[in-house]
């Protein structure tokens, strides 16, 4: 899971070589939105397909996280807590692209299931029987054979879906609606330069009759924002950028302009960073699209922004005016960001009681390690706890201003020594979703304890198409290392966390190997949590943690996700890596399907 600098065939590819051409960089026009911004389309009808905060359909499964607020839990409860020893399998469907770890998480309307494979692949099957009704895929190549540069894998995480468009995100930066019934292309918005470092993992979401969607690539170096189009037309409602450009070239907002004073030298030149590559939410009543961003590029600030500085909006929950995209308000949850400490994880919108008063809150595990609760209405911070055994580079979240207290190593670019910092890059939590369950009153997180050893690289030079971090993590550094400090907990877990007492509850940690190595999380009105773990799809009891049942679906889980029909309740998850086979597995009570090779 460790991500990995990608090296280019420079022989091959001559857009490549473009090496530290300043000035030429700084010139190039990104395609600007048009701020006039549009009405909000007519919200959503009644019935199978509506969304709304906390209270979609109950027997579908209609956005990433099932519901706008993004929870990962439905109130389906036919399997529970006393009868999962009957789950078995229903049947299983081996997707025909392999080549990358699934995340997928799949929608189901309508009796269709709705999901994506490996290099932007898009299926649907019949729910009930895992039959094939249509398949498209883009042909994207991978990156050895001119594709686009991918940090991490050319991986996709989901559709979105709005009436009869189903909406998909492509590695090289595309959006296309695709027809509900035929899977035949609609419309494409290329929605990133091409031929730039910019690619799309991330699942679209819906926000006010505007499909949104953001981008990756800040490890190559990119400038991020997020842009939301019309369902129907395609076209360009609002863009909205996560970090200033060129002070030269005029600020798109004045939200850029407060942004700029935050940053020193020529932070554009390699883009700033900030891709909003994962994670957005939507509070329908409140009209505010939730954001996500990432790191900066490069990683060490010294040379992203020399003299320091928050670097705003990077690594931040930005609430967006979903009608035009402007920034209502933000709360940094790793000001001026060192480490790829992204704030792209999982969000969750819910309405809690804490210290007797109703609050209306989202709440975030970002890759620094400490649990947010955040008041979802002014940006007000009301805690932050630390949610990993492991957490070095920061003591705790100062509760009067709601900034991390950072230890004095951790700063190793303006320390000019190189240091082991807990998380590393990888995040104490990363893509893979937690879950919430209103009658336990848990939001369950997939952990990692992870750790990195962060040092300045002092002869920094830009390159297109390359890594641009500017911080060495492994191997090469110039001074001898200390001593590897040992982690003191699990290297993957879950975790229950109360969110009104930030607190944890349970926790249940991850065999070695077998079971090693998390995947999403969702929780269901069963009293259960499911969750992706190394090769097995486990179920827990969600008030204990105690595990009640496992199963084998092939090692790189995703995310699991459930829905009825007919009166069945069935359960899905895409498991299995390259060498096994990656497979939409789904299970029922009672379920007596073979298991595919018999074994
Ligand atoms: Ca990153």
Not at 299 to 312: A, E, F, K, Q, V
Not at 451 to 476: A, C, H, K, P
Request: charged share 20%.
């Amino acid at each position: 899971m460790m991500q990995r600098p990608l090296r280019k065939d420079r022989s091959s590819n001559n857009r490549w070589l473009v090496v530290a051409v300043l000035g030429a960089l700084a010139g190039v026009v990104m395609p600007l939105g048009s701020f006039a911004g549009q009405p909000a389309a007519a919200q959503q009808s009644d019935g199978p397909g509506a969304l709304a905060l906390q209270e979609a359909a109950p027997e579908e499964w209609l956005t990433y996280g099932r519901d706008q607020a993004e929870t990962h839990y439905s109130p389906l409860d036919q399997i529970n807590s006393d009868n999962i020893d009957r789950l078995g399998l229903a049947w299983s469907w081996e997707i025909p692209k392999a080549g990358a770890r699934l995340e997928t998480t799949p929608l189901v309307s309508n009796g269709v299931m709705y999901a994506t494979g490996p290099h932007s692949f898009v299926f649907a099957l019949d729910a009930r029987t895992g039959e094939k009704i249509w398949q498209w895929d883009p042909g994207i190549p991978d990156e050895r054979n001119g594709g686009p540069s991918v940090c991490c894998g050319d991986v996709n995480r989901g559709l979105a879906i709005y009436e009869n468009h189903v909406f998909a995100g492509l590695l090289d930066g595309r959006l296309v609606a695709l027809d509900k019934g035929t899977g035949l292309v609609e419309w494409v918005q290329q929605t990133t330069p091409p031929g730039q470092d910019y690619s799309i993992t991330g699942a679209p979401r819906i926000a006010a009759g505007n499909v949104i969607i953001g981008n990756g690539g800040a490890e190559y170096g990119i400038r991020g924002y997020v842009t939301a189009y019309d369902t129907e037309t395609g076209e360009q409602a609002w863009r909205t950028y996560t970090v200033p450009g060129n002070p030269a070239d005029g600020f798109e907002s004045e939200a850029m302009r407060v942004a700029a004073e935050t940053w020193f030298g020529e932070w554009w030149v390699v883009g700033g960073g900030g891709s909003a590559w994962d994670t957005f939410a939507f509070d329908p009543e409140a009209n505010l699209v939730y954001v996500g961003t990432g790191n900066g590029a490069p990683w060490n600030r010294d040379i992203r922004s020399p003299g320091g500085g928050d670097n705003l909006y990077l690594s931040s929950i930005l609430a967006l005016n979903a009608d035009d995209g402007e920034l209502v308000w933000y709360y940094q949850t790793t000001p001026g960001d060192d480490w790829d400490y992204t704030a792209t994880q999982p969000m969750m919108l819910l309405d809690l009681t804490i210290d007797g008063r109703e609050r209306n809150v989202i709440v975030q595990a970002p890759k620094n390690g400490f649990f947010f609760v955040i008041d979802r209405l002014t940006g007000e911070f009301i805690s932050g706890e630390a949610y990993a055994d492991d957490v070095t580079w920061a003591s705790g979240i100062d509760q009067a201003t709601g900034r991390p207290i950072e230890t004095p190593e951790a700063r190793y670019g303006m320390n000019r020594q190189g240091a082991y910092l807990s998380p590393g890059p990888t995040g104490a939590h990363n893509w893979r979703p937690m879950s919430w369950n209103p009658t336990t009153g848990l939001v369950y997180l997939p952990v990692q304890n992870t750790q990195s050893y962060y040092e300045m690289v002092t002869d920094f030079r830009y390159t297109l198409g390359q890594w641009n971090t500017g911080t060495t993590i492994r191997g090469g550094g110039s001074r001898a290392r200390p001593e590897r400090p040992e982690l003191t907990g699990p290297r993957t877990l879950l975790s229950a966390r109360d969110p009104a007492t930030n607190r944890e509850v349970w926790r249940a940690a991850s065999e070695e190997g077998f079971g090693a190595g998390n995947g999403g999380t969702m929780s269901t009105g069963g009293n259960l949590v499911f969750r992706g773990s190394g090769s097995l799809l486990i179920a827990h009891d969600a008030t204990t943690g105690e595990v009640l049942w496992q199963t084998e679906v092939g090692g790189g889980t995703a995310t699991p996700m459930t829905y009825e029909l007919d009166g069945v309740q069935y359960l899905s998850i895409a498991g299995g890596s390259t060498r096994e086979g990656p497979r939409m597995w789904t299970f029922r009570l009672d379920g007596m399907a073979p298991r595919p090779g018999g074994n």
